[in-house]
């Protein structure tokens, strides 16, 4: 399994725009990569994935219009711009490695997670 870190968290206000950055131990060029959130008392969801081409993106309707994965796989990284950034949007921010042959946010087809980074979005 990789081994990921996330970065870029923090406390912003509502419009505000931040980027998360993924970095990884190793290449990321076999798995599909996903940025998932959580919030306590509610299940992980995964808001966007990439395929291992980059060609390929799905988002969360909730965030759709708003966030965009992209990756650079010869940086082993992965990235998350957020922007218009809302109240409801404040989680902890988990990247995550997925071996499944095609995009996926089913957060149980990812099997590496990194520790999380927290978003916090005031109004």
């Known amino acids: 399994q990789v081994q990921l870190v996330e970065s870029g968290g923090g406390l912003v206000q509502a419009g505000d725009s931040l980027r998360l950055s993924c970095a990884a131990s190793?290449?990321?060029?076999?798995?599909?990569m996903g940025w998932a959130r959580q919030v306590p008392g509610k299940e992980r969801e995964v808001v966007a994935t990439?395929?291992?081409?980059?060609?390929?993106?799905s988002y969360a309707a909730s965030v759709r219009g708003r966030f965009a994965i992209s990756r650079d796989d010869d940086e082993n990284a992965v990235y998350l711009q957020m922007n218009n950034l809302k109240p409801e949007d404040t989680a902890i921010y988990y990247c995550?490695?997925?071996?499944?042959?095609?995009?996926?946010?089913?957060?149980?087809?990812?099997?590496?997670w990194g520790q999380g980074t927290q978003v916090t979005v005031s109004s």
């Open positions: 190793g290449t990321l060029k076999n798995y599909i």
């Open positions: 995550a490695a997925s071996r499944v042959y095609i995009i996926t946010t089913n957060a149980r087809d990812y099997d590496s």
């Open positions: 990439i395929s291992r081409s980059g060609t390929s993106t």
